[in-house]
Nanobody
Framework: EVQLQASGGGLVQAGGTLRLPCAYSALPFSDSPIGWVRQAPGREREGVACMRSGEGTVYADSVKGRFTIGKDNAKNTVYLQMNNLKPEDTGLYYC??????????????????RGQGTQVTVSS
């Protein structure tokens, strides 16, 4: 059974930094796409960042240059480093993975596997 557990959320001022780790297990394939989605109150879930072997990393336009996704295979953990946070980054962040879908922002909200979210709140 695929398991994804995100953590590291919190309250931070605009311009601040957070790092979200996601511990995963039992991914379907060694090159399964894995990434992050977020959902703000009253808004649809949206893709934030994704990575997959052979496809590199992909980011939403709104976070390019500020967020970085990385993976530590030895620790079975994927990270989302968030710098220069903005109030519009506020939301519930989820770690998500799939078997075969491409690493595209439009696909991330539809991935088969998603763990419990971690709340990120950025104050102005």
């Amino acid at each position: 059974e695929v398991q994804l557990q995100a953590s590291g959320g919190g309250l931070v001022q605009a311009g601040g930094t957070l790092r979200l780790p996601c511990a995963y297990s039992a991914l379907p394939f060694s090159d399964s796409p894995i990434g992050w989605v977020r959902q703000a109150p009253g808004r649809e879930r949206e893709g934030v960042a994704c990575m997959r072997s052979g496809e590199g990393t992909v980011y939403a336009d709104s976070v390019k240059g500020r967020f970085t996704i990385g993976k530590d295979n030895a620790k079975n953990t994927v990270y989302l480093q968030m710098n220069n946070l903005k109030p519009e980054d506020t939301g519930l962040y989820y770690c998500t993975a799939d078997r075969i879908w491409a690493c595209l922002m439009a696909n991330l909200p539809l991935y088969d596997y998603r763990g419990q979210g971690t709340q990120v709140t950025v104050s102005s």
